[in-house]
């Protein structure tokens, strides 16, 4: 029951935050900007196109007036005409959101894999050699500019040593669009060379992500077991007389554990927020290289439209794990 | 009246197309050994629509997809006519007489008709973009007519001598086609952006804006086929320098852009399963500079910015020797280029003695094009030269969405801004009228410079049609404007083309570069 | 225990020894730098230079000495970052405090606010606000300030709900003193440990954040030696120039660990409510 009302608490608490979120989309797009016809009509648009422009979007309205026509068209769906692509621009960032997806869920997988276990070496050989290795290297990979490190792996794996593409998602086309995820389409179509080159077009992109996700997940899992080991249940249990091996195993790790998931949220968000960058550096076709074409192209609408997109997409994934969480968490039960 | 023979296009290749198209496509053998020709591209093919697209970096689709009335090919450019089989003009230079060639098919079989010519030169003076900007002086709307099915009629407000040339970015779109998709009065914009209505050598089968598109000959194109021709011509969106070079190295790719850096031109040449060749191609680099702000109005002052650049720094050094200096506006290789043109030389004691004449000198304001490294590079090395002077320059870089309509706003007009100005099509005109005439203030003429004797010149050049009288003029406005300092003039690009040994007869044109595939062959 | 103090105490130590060498670099970058002009000056004749005696970290496209630009780099990183981040705190803290401090609607308000900033990435807001804007360093300075206020505005919320029914709070407001000067003199003094510590850390969030808008082009132009900016202008380079990128990021590198390491050590000694038992968690 308590799970429920937690997680209507949450889901009621939606609604608001969007608003909010549409609302500083709205400031940045009309009120900091001088005139905003202008700058959405493209710098080509003549005086009567702007003044068009005007029209249309009602930008001559009350600031009230405007901005409820705006939350209501972005509510049903309408984020405006790319200047560029002449196309609705909600299409589009729909049809790049699956590489983006794919690109941060394989970087996730990659982070956990790597960094629960050596957050938990780390705690166990605490202060010893390992754990000072383990923890300078989590240090640097919490400092790298990501662009950086893509830039240099690319150099040495790419350029170098050519085992694996400089960028791109595939070579050419990708397989049959199921669920926009090369790597599961090319499953589900049995096309196994398709596989293993869509898995060889993610390494790098994927590696350059999950080191810095990797080393946040370490940081967490080494001060969860830290916490554990030192919590007097920890301490009664060894008392008890039961083996370290089996405290470790069943009571340590599964605390431990469980304090790192209440982080995927924000390491989710993190990646996605790193694919932005990432993905311009490898021309991966997700909703960041979207972004920085636009910015390149001063597709005013494109950008406006992104940064609610990508920050919908953000609240409503947060929103997902915070529900799930408070289903797996046991203490959230009591 | 003047008469305009069409020339022969390949008569014997044309004979051999029909042949072919008896043989292919049925066989089932033939179908496997389809000859894919694949180019990496450095231009998103975000948009596919021919009327809104009017730059070289994605001619390709326009050249592949579709037909215009003329076409260019080759290098220097010679003009074709392509979808014309004969022209007439009117003595006064207005009117323009077309007969089309017969059983001229769009890729859904549907003929080719006047209409479609009318509906498509509509199209464009209605959407305002791609290539507008050419014809908006002397085309009004309404006043194109289909005479009958086969024959079109221009009636222009103006003559125009290059009319003929700018016909070459008149695509012709299926009209029915385009109709049907139209919405909201959008002149199927937002269909056309994604799919294609034409009737060129290659047919449209995959796009994907973030991969780019595929096409597949056409077998009934009406110009026919020559020996071993591109089946499937791909071209790829592929951002990032160093995989397009490495693509062709490893013959994923079998050509890339012309205009790569030095230093990777030098490791495909080092590659033996590449050939690579370089061409002159008409592509002037240049800075603007804004007459209309003072102290950019006085003349010393423009001279003192010319004797400022290292010319040979910037195109021996820092471009490595990929261009070649050009004197003047007009490219060295087009008619109309003065031979033996003086130009200004890195000089900085001219420069200093020019400065000294000016009054109320400024800190001036380099206006670099994002994304462009050869943009922001020559700001950096004017902006150098001019602090060895005493002349302070800021640099703002802005992408050139954002520079181009300020060129037709002479108060926000950057001072200065470093550019190309490319072909589109291969007439002196191009380079001198449309960029100097008092005429086009706010409207082409970034530089807002004005002189009465440039002016009547290219109003001239334009109304008289004999090349050799216009060549005369053309290389006195050249002249005027190097003495004026109108603009710095930098250099003429290079075209440095690389592709796979397994490809022959490639067609370079300083228009469309080598990206027109119909005339590639490639072995088996 | 001992042995995590001394751990700690050297991260503190490496933190500050890194920081106060990069301040270092930025103020005298004229005289260790071998080619002071080459700021914005550069030499074609070397362009591309590989790393050597005469040019220490190579040269650019320009052939300009990368070393010397990344020593004034350092000035600017040091600018954007610091102007960035005590904006941030500036506009962050007082909001912090005054929501925590009254209850009601507004400090409700202004905790949702903030709460919806934080909900999105920062860098895609600081895309948006920088592209609005044009590219310019003041504008990088701009968009990152409206964009990591919040941090400090929650942290201080926090902090000050936790504070306002201490007894010394308490014994204060029984003396008559104002609410703004209990906010200012009593709580304020208490708090400041994590403030500093969220700084800290923050100076190199921010450092990355422009440099990545450095990076997307939307920075200081050129031949402003931004760090995010060289590294973008290398790509075109690659594999030949591998010095050209090099570098910079480094130094990027460098600068950031040298704050978390610094963060990380002030927190055990200003905060020792959260130095549990070693633990890392923030």
């Given amino acids: ?334 | 009246m003047t008469k305009f023979v069409p020339l022969s296009i390949n008569r014997r290749t044309a004979l051999m197309g029909l042949s072919a198209a008896g043989l292919i496509g049925m066989n089932g053998e033939a179908l496997a050994a389809r000859r894919k020709f694949v180019t990496a591209n450095n231009n998103p093919y975000d948009i596919l629509d021919p009327h809104q697209l009017f730059d070289i970096g994605r001619i390709a689709v326009r050249l592949n997809m579709y037909d215009a009335l003329t076409r260019w090919v080759d290098n220097p450019p010679k003009l074709q006519m392509w979808l014309v089989e004969k022209a007439d003009i009117s003595p006064d230079g207005k009117v323009y007489t077309f007969t089309l060639k017969p059983n001229v098919k769009f890729h859904d079989g549907t003929v080719m008709t006047s209409a479609d010519v009318v509906y498509s030169m509509e199209r464009i003076l209605a959407l305002k973009k791609g290539a507008y900007g050419l014809f908006k002086d002397v085309v009004e709307p309404g006043t194109t007519k289909a005479l009958d099915p086969r024959t079109v009629q221009f009636t222009l407000k103006a003559p125009f001598a290059v009319f003929m040339a700018v016909l070459s970015e008149l695509w012709v779109v299926n009209s029915a086609l385009v109709k049907k998709n139209e919405k909201n009065g959008d002149w199927g914009a937002d269909w056309l952006s994604k799919n294609e209505a034409g009737s060129g050598g290659y047919a449209l089968r995959r796009y994907d804006p973030a991969v780019g598109f595929q096409a597949a000959r056409f077998e009934g194109h009406f110009a026919g086929w020559g020996k071993n021709p591109i089946d499937d011509a791909e071209f790829r969106v592929v951002m990032e320098t160093a995989t397009r070079v490495l693509g062709v190295m490893k013959g994923e790719f079998n050509t890339t852009d012309g205009y790569l850096p030095a230093e990777q031109m030098a490791r495909m040449k080092e590659n033996p399963n590449i050939k690579t060749w370089e061409a002159e191609s008409i592509r002037t680099f240049y800075f603007i500079i804004n007459h209309w702000k003072a102290p950019l109005n006085d003349v010393n002052m423009r001279k003192a910015l010319c004797y400022a650049f290292d010319y040979d720094g910037f195109n021996d050094k820092i471009l490595s020797g990929t261009v070649v200096r050009n004197n003047g506006i007009i490219p060295n290789p087009m008619w109309g280029a003065p031979k033996g043109l003086k130009g200004y030389t890195y000089d900085l004691d001219k420069a200093k003695y020019h400065l000294a004449q000016v009054k109320n000198v400024r800190p001036l304001q380099i206006g670099a094009m994002a994304g462009y490294p050869q943009s922001e590079q020559a700001a950096q090395m004017l902006q150098a030269g001019c602090a060895k002077i005493g002349l302070e320059v800021k640099i703002v870089t802005e992408p050139y969405t954002t520079i181009a309509p300020k060129l037709n706003d002479r108060e926000r007009a950057h001072d200065l801004i470093p550019l190309w100005r490319s072909a589109y099509f291969a007439d002196p005109h191009n380079w001198t009228g449309f960029l100097f005439n008092t005429k086009n203030f706010d409207a082409g003429n970034a530089s807002y410079y004005s002189n009465p004797r440039v002016d009547e010149l290219c109003d001239q050049a334009l109304i008289v049609t004999d090349q050799e009288k216009r060549r005369v003029m053309y290389e006195e406005v050249s002249q005027i404007l190097v003495e004026d300092a109108a603009g710095i003039f930098i250099n003429n690009t290079k075209f440095h083309g690389a592709f796979t040994k397994n490809t022959k007869s490639i067609r370079f044109c300083p228009i469309g570069d080598a990206q027109d595939v119909r005339w590639i062959e490639m072995e088996g | 225990m001992k042995a995590v103090r001394i751990f700690r105490d050297r991260a503190l130590l490496i933190g500050v020894v890194i920081i106060s060498c990069l301040v270092l670099v930025a103020v005298f970058a004229g005289p260790l730098s071998t080619y002071p002009d080459h700021v914005t000056g550069f030499d074609p004749n070397h362009r591309l230079t590989q790393p050597g005696w005469q040019f220490l970290l190579g040269t650019d496209r320009m052939g300009a000495d990368i070393y010397s630009r990344l020593l004034f780099g350092a000035r600017l990183t040091i600018l954007i970052s610091v102007i960035a981040t005590a904006t941030a705190v500036i506009i962050g803290v007082p909001i912090g405090l005054v929501a925590g401090y009254f209850d009601g609607w507004a400090s409700e308000a202004l905790m949702r606010i903030s709460d919806i900033f934080l909900a999105v990435p920062q860098i895609v807001l600081a895309i948006a606000i920088a592209q609005t804007l044009g590219p310019s360093i003041q504008n990088v300075i701009l968009a990152l300030s409206a964009t990591y206020w919040p941090f400090w505005a929650r942290l201080v919320y926090a902090e000050t709900r936790s504070q306002r029914n201490e007894i010394y709070v308490e014994a204060a407001k029984a003396m008559g003193a104002s609410p703004l000067r209990i906010m200012a003199l009593h709580i304020l003094p208490n708090i400041s440990g994590s403030i500093i510590v969220r700084t800290t850390i923050g100076m190199g969030a921010t450092i990355l954040a422009a440099a990545s808008l450095g990076f997307l082009g939307l920075g200081a132009p050129p031949p402003a030696p931004e760090w995010g900016r060289m590294i973008a202008e290398s790509r075109e380079f690659l594999p030949k120039a591998w010095w050209y990128a090099t570098a910079p990021g480094i130094a990027i590198l460098m600068v950031v660990m040298g704050f978390n390491l610094m963060g990380d050590g002030l927190r055990d000694v200003l905060d020792p409510r959260l130095r549990r038992g070693g633990s890392d968690g923030k």
């Fill in chain 1, 1 to 334: 029951m308590r799970i429920l009302v937690l997680a209507l608490r949450r889901i009621a608490w939606m609604p608001p935050t969007l608003l909010g979120l549409i609302g500083i989309v709205f400031f940045i797009s009309r009120i900091i900007p001088a005139d905003p016809a202008r700058v959405m009509a493209g710098e080509n648009a003549s005086p009567a196109q702007i003044e068009a422009l005007r029209q249309k979007f009602g930008l001559d309205l009350p600031l009230w007036q405007q901005f409820v026509n705006y939350v209501s068209d972005v509510l049903s769906g309408n984020m405006g005409i790319s200047l560029y692509s002449q196309r609705p621009v909600a299409e589009d960032l729909i049809g790049r959101l699956a590489a983006t997806f794919e690109l941060a869920i394989a970087a996730m997988v990659v982070a956990i894999a790597i960094g629960v276990p050596l957050g938990v070496v780390s705690a166990l050989n605490r202060n010893k050699f390992i754990d000072q290795v383990i923890r300078l290297v989590t240090m640097a990979g919490l400092a790298m500019a990501a662009f950086w490190l893509a830039i240099l792996l690319q150099l040495f794996f790419s350029m170098t040593l050519g085992i694996t593409p400089v960028q791109g998602r595939i070579d050419g086309w990708g397989p049959d669009s199921i669920t926009g995820f090369y790597t599961i389409d090319a499953m589900l179509t049995g096309d196994g060379e398709m596989f293993a080159k869509s898995l060889w077009y993610l390494a790098l992109p994927t590696a350059t992500l999950a080191i810095p996700a990797a080393a946040t997940i370490v940081r967490f899992t080494r001060a969860g077991v830290l916490n554990a080991l030192s919590s007097n249940f920890v301490f009664y249990q060894s008392a008890m007389g039961l083996p370290r091996r089996t405290i470790i195993w069943k009571y340590i790790l599964r605390s431990a554990l469980i304090g790192t998931l209440t982080q995927i949220g924000l390491v989710f968000g993190n990646l996605l927020a790193g694919a932005v960058v990432i993905e311009t550096v490898f021309s991966w076709p997700g909703l960041g290289l979207f972004a920085y074409n636009s910015i390149l192209q001063s597709d005013y609408n494109a950008i406006m439209a992104f940064t609610l997109f990508t920050g919908t997409v953000f609240i409503l994934v947060n929103l997902l794990i915070d529900i799930a969480q408070t289903l797996l968490d046991p203490r959230s039960r009591a």
